[in-house]
C-alpha cells in the first residue's frame, strides 16, 4: 500500500515558469514533510520541509504549501531554471521513523 | 543539519563476493539507523531497520541471509550484500535518526554495480 501519493510522474516546464508536484498521505501520525530532489546517480538532497503545525514554507525559489484536513502537500518552484531539472521524491515520517517516500516526479525545464 | 557518511560511494564487484557498506553518523547518536534500496528511475524502499545491539527488522520479500546488518555502535551501522550477483546492482542509502533532532537524515548512497 502506497502511503505516499505522488502526481505528476513527469512535468516540464518553460525556464522562468512555476512547477507544481503534489502528494497525498495518509497517515495522520505523520509528522514530518520533506522533499527531496536527486540528480542522475546522486543520492537525494534534502530541498525543503515541513511539520503540519504550519501552511506554507518558503526557501528561496521553493514553496512548500500543505493542508492538513486535506492530507496533502505540495511543493512550488517558482521561476524555474534549466538548472532544476532533476527527480523530487516527496516523503513523511513520523517521530524521526523511516521515510515512506512517493513515486518520483521527473522536472525538465526546457530553456 | 546532522552528518551521515556512507561508504563507499561507488563499488563494483563480481558476481558472488560480498560487498559491505558502511554508514556511520559523525555527530550524533544512532540507536536507529535504515537502509533504504533504489533501482534506477524508481523510488527509495525501505529494506531494513538496524538498531544498535539488537536484530535489524528485515521488510517483506528482503532476504536477511542476503543483506547482513550490523549496528555494533551507536554510530556505526554496516550493510553486506553477500554473494552479490547482477540483480542486486542498485542504490543503496542509509539514513540514522538523530533523537534530538526528531527526524532521521540521509548518507550520499553507495552505487553497487555486480559484474
Known amino acids: 500500500q502506497q502511503q505516499v501519493k505522488q502526481s505528476p510522474q513527469s512535468l516540464i516546464v518553460q525556464k522562468g515558469g512555476i512547477s507544481i508536484i503534489n502528494c497525498a498521505y495518509e497517515?495522520?501520525?505523520?509528522?514530518?514533510f520533506p522533499w527531496y530532489q536527486q540528480f542522475p546517480g546522486k543520492g537525494p538532497a534534502l530541498l525543503i520541509a515541513?511539520?503540519?503545525?504550519?501552511s506554507e514554507k518558503k526557501e528561496g525559489r521553493f514553496t512548500i504549501s500543505f493542508n492538513k484536513s486535506a492530507k496533502q502537500f505540495s511543493l512550488h518552484i517558482m521561476d524555474s531554471q534549466p538548472g532544476d531539472s532533476a527527480t523530487y521524491f516527496c516523503?513523511?515520517?513520523?517521530?524521526?521513523?523511516?521515510?515512506?517516500f512517493g513515486t518520483g516526479t521527473s522536472l525538465t525545464v526546457i530553456p | 543539519g546532522a552528518v551521515v557518511s556512507q561508504h563507499p560511494s561507488r563499488v563494483i564487484c563480481k558476481s558472488g563476493t560480498s560487498v559491505k557498506i558502511e554508514c556511520r553518523s559523525l555527530?550524533?547518536?544512532?540507536?536507529?539507523m535504515f537502509w533504504y534500496r533504489q533501482f534506477p528511475k524508481q523510488s527509495l524502499m525501505l529494506m531494513a531497520t538496524?538498531?544498535?545491539?539488537?536484530?535489524?527488522?528485515?521488510e517483506q520479500g528482503v532476504e536477511k541471509d542476503k543483506f547482513l546488518i550490523n549496528h555494533a555502535s551507536l554510530t556505526l551501522s554496516t550493510l553486506t550484500v553477500t554473494s552479490a550477483h547482477p540483480e542486486d546492482s542498485s542504490f543503496y542509502i542509509c539514513?540514522?535518526?538523530?533523537?534530538?533532532?526528531?527526524?532521521?537524515?540521509f548518507g550520499q548512497g553507495t552505487r553497487l554495480t555486480v559484474v
Open positions: 515541513i511539520r503540519p503545525d504550519v
Open positions: 555527530d550524533f547518536q544512532a540507536t536507529t
Open positions: 538496524s538498531n544498535e545491539g539488537s536484530k535489524a527488522t528485515y
Open positions: 539514513s540514522a535518526r538523530d533523537e534530538g533532532a526528531g527526524r532521521a537524515f
Open positions: 497517515n495522520t501520525a505523520f509528522d514530518y
Open positions: 516523503a513523511a515520517s513520523m517521530r524521526g521513523n523511516q521515510f515512506y
